[in-house]
């Protein structure tokens, strides 16, 4: 069964600095990765995916993640946070053919002044 | 955003009674999903649909029944509502197997007093 961890459930944080969100994974298969962010009161906005090809995926608002297979990883990072990426984070992997999320139980990201 | 509306926002029952909850999207995605998001879980599948009057459970069903009558609306029905199920609801959909990338209405919050 697929299984997916978030090894921090809040990361404290000041401005500028950087930041990364763990994430670990189990599958015996290929999978698809995810990371969603959730601002308070709202739903899931998809941040960036990794579906195949290169390791390191792009996403919105100056976030990016590595994929790395062998330790079974796909790890967030921002080299300079702001204020406004206060927000819970979500890691993700698919899940069978009917592309089914199992999601991780979140991380806590709060960025202060 | 994708076209997903979810309906009502919130909602306040009784314990015993039945309860649905809507989701309507726009986008004519074949998979739609219920997730439930409780703290300390992150997100659980309750059921997902694989197209019109094509269901499957999740890992979180027990109490809950879902139906898909057209393809653009899935209802999710809480047969006897109870405190354990009080909680923020969010339908999700993917368009394919090709894009498994998930969007997520703005949730509902239902509470059973």
């Known amino acids: 069964a697929q299984s997916v961890t978030q090894l921090d459930s809040q990361v404290p944080v000041f401005e500028e600095a950087p930041v990364e969100l763990r994430c670990n994974y189990s599958?015996?298969?290929?999978?698809?990765l995810f990371w969603y962010v959730q601002y308070p009161n709202q739903g899931l906005q998809l941040l960036l995916k990794?579906?195949?090809?290169?390791?390191l995926v792009k996403g919105i608002n100056g976030f990016e993640a590595e994929f790395n297979k062998s330790q079974t990883s796909f790890h967030l990072r921002k080299p300079s946070v702001h204020i406004s990426d206060t927000a819970e984070y979500f890691c993700?992997?698919?899940?069978?053919?009917?592309?089914?999320?199992?999601f991780g139980k979140g991380t806590k990201l709060s960025v202060k002044p | 955003d994708a076209g997903i509306t979810q309906s009502p926002r919130h909602k306040v029952t009784e314990t015993g009674t039945p309860v649905t909850l809507r989701c309507h999207q726009t986008?004519?995605?074949?998979?739609m999903y219920w997730y439930r998001q409780d703290p300390g879980h992150g997100l659980r599948l309750i059921h997902y649909?694989?197209?019109?009057?094509?269901?499957d459970k999740g890992e979180v069903s027990d109490g809950y029944s879902v139906s898909r009558s057209k393809t653009e609306d899935f209802l999710l029905t809480l047969e006897s509502a109870t405190s354990s199920q009080t909680s923020v609801y969010f339908c999700?959909?993917?368009?394919?197997?090709?894009?498994?990338?998930?969007?997520f209405g703005q949730g509902t919050r239902l509470t059973v007093v």
């Open positions: 990794y579906l195949s090809g290169s390791t």
């Open positions: 986008e004519n995605h074949r998979y």
């Open positions: 599958s015996s298969v290929s999978v698809y």
């Open positions: 999700a959909i993917t368009a394919d197997r090709g894009h498994p990338e998930a969007f």
């Open positions: 993700a992997v698919n899940r069978g053919s009917q592309g089914n999320l199992i």
């Open positions: 649909s694989y197209g019109v009057k094509d269901t």
